[in-house]
Protein backbone atom coordinates (compact mmCIF):
# COMPACT_ATOMS: atom_id res chain seq x y z
CA UNK A 1 0.00 0.00 0.00
CA UNK A 2 1.26 3.63 -1.09
CA UNK A 3 2.08 5.59 1.94
CA UNK A 4 0.59 8.92 2.25
CA UNK A 5 1.96 11.85 2.24
CA UNK A 6 1.20 12.75 5.85
CA UNK A 7 2.88 9.11 6.99
CA UNK A 8 5.70 10.49 5.15
CA UNK A 9 5.97 13.68 6.79
CA UNK A 10 5.64 12.04 9.91
CA UNK A 11 8.74 10.36 9.39
CA UNK A 12 11.00 12.61 8.22
CA UNK A 13 9.83 16.22 10.43
CA UNK A 14 10.08 16.45 13.98
CA UNK A 15 7.07 16.65 15.93
CA UNK A 16 6.50 20.20 17.02
CA UNK A 17 6.71 21.15 13.31
CA UNK A 18 3.45 19.38 12.34
CA UNK A 19 1.90 21.04 15.60
CA UNK A 20 -0.22 24.31 13.70
CA UNK A 21 0.79 25.79 17.16
CA UNK A 22 4.67 25.54 15.76
CA UNK A 23 3.75 27.84 12.75
CA UNK A 24 1.52 30.12 14.65
CA UNK A 25 4.17 31.01 16.76
CA UNK A 26 6.65 31.41 14.39
CA UNK A 27 4.73 34.24 12.93
CA UNK A 28 3.97 36.07 16.13
CA UNK A 29 7.80 36.84 16.53
CA UNK A 30 7.11 39.51 19.07
CA UNK A 31 4.39 38.79 22.18
CA UNK A 32 3.01 42.60 22.88
CA UNK A 33 1.90 46.04 21.10
CA UNK A 34 4.82 47.10 18.81
CA UNK A 35 5.74 50.28 20.21
CA UNK A 36 8.68 50.71 17.33
CA UNK A 37 8.98 49.28 14.30
CA UNK A 38 11.91 50.79 12.05
CA UNK A 39 15.54 49.92 10.62
CA UNK A 40 15.45 45.79 11.46
CA UNK A 41 14.32 46.62 15.14
CA UNK A 42 11.08 45.90 16.46
CA UNK A 43 10.55 46.46 19.99
CA UNK A 44 7.21 46.71 22.80
CA UNK A 45 8.73 48.07 25.69
CA UNK A 46 8.52 52.08 26.02
CA UNK A 47 9.97 54.37 23.44
CA UNK A 48 8.07 57.85 24.74
CA UNK A 49 12.00 58.91 24.81
CA UNK A 50 11.47 58.79 20.69
CA UNK A 51 8.83 61.66 21.29
CA UNK A 52 10.54 64.21 23.06
CA UNK A 53 10.20 67.70 21.79
CA UNK A 54 13.32 68.33 21.91
CA UNK A 55 14.54 64.84 19.77
CA UNK A 56 11.82 65.40 17.56
CA UNK A 57 12.81 68.64 16.27
CA UNK A 58 16.66 67.36 16.41
CA UNK A 59 15.18 64.50 14.12
CA UNK A 60 13.66 66.49 11.63
CA UNK A 61 16.96 69.09 11.12
CA UNK A 62 18.68 66.29 10.69
CA UNK A 63 16.22 64.42 7.67
CA UNK A 64 16.28 68.23 6.47
CA UNK A 65 20.48 67.94 6.15
CA UNK A 66 20.84 64.23 5.30
CA UNK A 67 19.50 60.87 3.84
CA UNK A 68 16.76 60.07 6.66
CA UNK A 69 13.35 60.16 4.55
CA UNK A 70 14.51 57.27 3.04
CA UNK A 71 16.09 55.77 6.35
CA UNK A 72 14.47 56.64 9.43
CA UNK A 73 16.35 55.51 12.01
CA UNK A 74 15.08 57.41 15.17
CA UNK A 75 16.48 54.85 17.44
CA UNK A 76 20.05 54.65 16.39
CA UNK A 77 19.61 58.44 16.13
CA UNK A 78 18.49 58.96 19.48
CA UNK A 79 21.96 55.98 20.88
CA UNK A 80 24.14 58.69 19.09
CA UNK A 81 22.67 61.85 21.12
CA UNK A 82 22.85 59.72 24.17
CA UNK A 83 26.24 58.96 23.80
CA UNK A 84 26.71 62.98 22.77
CA UNK A 85 24.84 64.12 25.52
CA UNK A 86 27.09 62.06 27.52
CA UNK A 87 30.01 63.72 26.33
CA UNK A 88 28.55 67.36 26.67
CA UNK A 89 29.27 67.23 30.32
CA UNK A 90 32.98 66.16 29.44
CA UNK A 91 35.87 67.67 29.28
CA UNK A 92 36.76 67.65 25.57
CA UNK A 93 35.65 68.00 22.16
CA UNK A 94 33.65 65.87 20.01
CA UNK A 95 34.83 64.01 16.45
CA UNK A 96 32.68 62.47 13.86
CA UNK A 97 34.53 60.63 10.94
CA UNK A 98 31.84 59.82 8.28
CA UNK A 99 29.58 62.60 8.11
CA UNK A 100 28.22 62.33 4.23
CA UNK A 101 26.00 65.31 4.50
CA UNK A 102 25.89 65.74 8.12
CA UNK A 103 22.43 64.19 9.56
CA UNK A 104 23.55 62.42 12.23
CA UNK A 105 25.73 65.36 13.53
CA UNK A 106 23.29 68.21 12.51
CA UNK A 107 20.84 66.45 14.89
CA UNK A 108 23.36 66.54 17.73
CA UNK A 109 24.74 70.33 17.55
CA UNK A 110 20.66 71.10 18.15
CA UNK A 111 19.67 68.60 20.99
CA UNK A 112 22.83 69.76 22.45
CA UNK A 113 22.52 73.72 22.04
CA UNK A 114 26.37 73.41 20.50
CA UNK A 115 26.50 76.94 19.78
CA UNK A 116 25.98 77.30 23.64
CA UNK A 117 29.27 75.37 24.26
CA UNK A 118 32.23 77.75 23.00
CA UNK A 119 34.73 75.56 25.33
CA UNK A 120 33.99 72.80 23.10
CA UNK A 121 34.74 72.01 19.16
CA UNK A 122 33.26 69.33 16.83
CA UNK A 123 35.51 68.39 13.71
CA UNK A 124 33.43 66.59 11.08
CA UNK A 125 35.68 64.76 8.98
CA UNK A 126 35.05 62.93 6.10
CA UNK A 127 36.20 62.87 2.18
CA UNK A 128 32.74 64.36 1.19
CA UNK A 129 32.71 62.60 -2.02
CA UNK A 130 32.30 58.62 -0.83
CA UNK A 131 34.68 56.29 0.21
CA UNK A 132 38.16 55.64 -1.45
CA UNK A 133 38.50 51.69 -2.49
CA UNK A 134 41.68 51.83 -1.40
CA UNK A 135 40.24 52.21 2.01
CA UNK A 136 38.38 48.44 1.80
CA UNK A 137 40.17 45.04 2.24
CA UNK A 138 40.28 42.40 -0.75
CA UNK A 139 37.77 40.83 1.88
CA UNK A 140 35.59 43.92 2.65
CA UNK A 141 35.44 44.29 -1.38
CA UNK A 142 34.38 40.98 -1.83
CA UNK A 143 31.29 40.89 0.64
CA UNK A 144 29.64 44.17 -0.80
CA UNK A 145 29.66 46.82 -3.19
CA UNK A 146 30.84 50.21 -2.29
CA UNK A 147 27.75 52.66 -2.11
CA UNK A 148 28.16 55.90 -4.22
CA UNK A 149 27.98 58.84 -2.75
CA UNK A 150 27.11 62.22 -4.18
CA UNK A 151 29.67 65.33 -3.32
CA UNK A 152 28.19 66.88 -0.43
CA UNK A 153 31.29 69.28 1.03
CA UNK A 154 29.50 72.65 -0.09
CA UNK A 155 26.87 70.65 1.81
CA UNK A 156 27.73 70.58 4.99
CA UNK A 157 29.37 74.17 5.02
CA UNK A 158 25.88 75.21 4.56
CA UNK A 159 24.56 73.31 7.28
CA UNK A 160 26.92 73.73 9.58
CA UNK A 161 27.71 77.64 8.47
CA UNK A 162 25.86 79.07 12.02
CA UNK A 163 27.78 76.78 14.45
CA UNK A 164 31.48 78.46 14.70
CA UNK A 165 32.28 75.86 17.08
CA UNK A 166 32.07 73.35 14.06
CA UNK A 167 35.05 72.34 12.04
CA UNK A 168 34.58 70.59 8.48
CA UNK A 169 37.77 68.45 7.68
CA UNK A 170 37.35 67.33 4.08
CA UNK A 171 40.02 63.99 3.13
CA UNK A 172 41.53 60.76 3.79
CA UNK A 173 41.51 59.30 6.65
CA UNK A 174 43.93 58.82 8.15
CA UNK A 175 45.98 61.56 6.45
CA UNK A 176 43.95 64.33 8.10
CA UNK A 177 43.35 63.35 11.57
CA UNK A 178 46.42 65.60 12.21
CA UNK A 179 43.55 68.50 11.44
CA UNK A 180 42.00 67.26 14.85
CA UNK A 181 43.98 69.98 17.35
CA UNK A 182 42.20 68.71 20.39
CA UNK A 183 43.97 67.14 23.45
CA UNK A 184 41.19 65.89 25.06
CA UNK A 185 38.18 63.88 23.39
CA UNK A 186 34.56 63.34 24.88
CA UNK A 187 32.50 61.98 22.07
CA UNK A 188 33.60 60.24 18.81
CA UNK A 189 31.40 58.75 16.37
CA UNK A 190 32.70 56.09 13.52
CA UNK A 191 31.07 55.67 10.35
CA UNK A 192 33.07 55.38 7.39
CA UNK A 193 32.18 52.09 6.23
CA UNK A 194 35.42 50.43 6.29
CA UNK A 195 37.31 49.13 8.96
CA UNK A 196 41.20 50.22 8.30
CA UNK A 197 40.40 53.95 8.35
CA UNK A 198 38.10 53.40 11.53
CA UNK A 199 40.96 51.33 13.25
CA UNK A 200 43.10 54.30 12.46
CA UNK A 201 40.70 57.00 13.94
CA UNK A 202 40.12 54.90 17.25
CA UNK A 203 43.89 54.06 17.56
CA UNK A 204 44.49 57.59 17.23
CA UNK A 205 41.59 59.24 19.33
CA UNK A 206 41.95 56.85 21.87
CA UNK A 207 44.97 57.97 24.30
CA UNK A 208 42.99 61.74 23.73
CA UNK A 209 39.72 60.21 25.55
CA UNK A 210 38.76 61.30 28.60
CA UNK A 211 37.21 58.41 31.17
CA UNK A 212 33.44 58.70 30.09
CA UNK A 213 33.45 59.24 26.69
CA UNK A 214 31.94 56.50 24.08
CA UNK A 215 33.12 55.80 20.67
CA UNK A 216 29.90 54.86 18.49
CA UNK A 217 30.45 52.59 15.92
CA UNK A 218 27.59 52.50 13.53
CA UNK A 219 28.03 49.72 11.76
CA UNK A 220 29.02 46.88 13.84
CA UNK A 221 26.08 45.03 14.29
CA UNK A 222 25.25 45.00 10.72
CA UNK A 223 25.50 42.53 7.83
CA UNK A 224 28.50 43.28 5.61
CA UNK A 225 30.33 44.57 8.66
CA UNK A 226 32.23 41.59 9.53
CA UNK A 227 35.29 42.67 8.97
CA UNK A 228 34.68 46.17 11.15
CA UNK A 229 32.86 43.90 13.81
CA UNK A 230 36.22 41.66 14.11
CA UNK A 231 38.38 44.54 13.80
CA UNK A 232 37.13 46.16 16.57
CA UNK A 233 36.42 43.73 19.10
CA UNK A 234 40.32 43.18 18.57
CA UNK A 235 40.83 46.67 19.04
CA UNK A 236 38.76 46.55 22.35
CA UNK A 237 40.64 43.38 23.33
CA UNK A 238 43.93 45.38 23.35
CA UNK A 239 42.87 48.48 25.46
CA UNK A 240 41.10 46.42 28.26
CA UNK A 241 37.73 46.74 27.12
CA UNK A 242 35.05 45.68 25.34
CA UNK A 243 32.26 46.57 22.49
CA UNK A 244 28.66 46.63 24.30
CA UNK A 245 26.47 45.67 20.63
CA UNK A 246 23.13 47.61 20.62
CA UNK A 247 20.31 46.21 19.03
CA UNK A 248 20.46 48.52 16.82
CA UNK A 249 23.58 47.91 15.29
CA UNK A 250 25.57 50.16 16.51
CA UNK A 251 28.39 49.01 19.14
CA UNK A 252 29.38 51.05 22.02
CA UNK A 253 33.22 51.64 23.55
CA UNK A 254 33.44 53.63 26.58
CA UNK A 255 36.77 54.58 27.77
CA UNK A 256 37.41 53.23 30.81
Known amino acids: MKESTKEFLKKVLPDFVLNPIYWLRSYSLVKGTLNYRQ ?55 FVECGVYRGAMSRMIVHYLDFQD ?41 ATFS ?40 AEYFWPKMVSGAVIVLDDYGWAGAEVQRREFDAFAARHGVRVFPVPTGQGLIFKP
Open 39 to 93: DGLYVTCNTAFLREPKFVEAFRLGREAGILNDTPIHYRAYIACWAALKGRDLEGD
Open 117 to 157: LPQKRFYLLDTFSGIPVQSLSDEELRSRRPAKYEPSYERVK
Open 162 to 201: AYPNVTIVRGMIPDTLAEVKSEKVAYLSLDMNAAAPEIAA
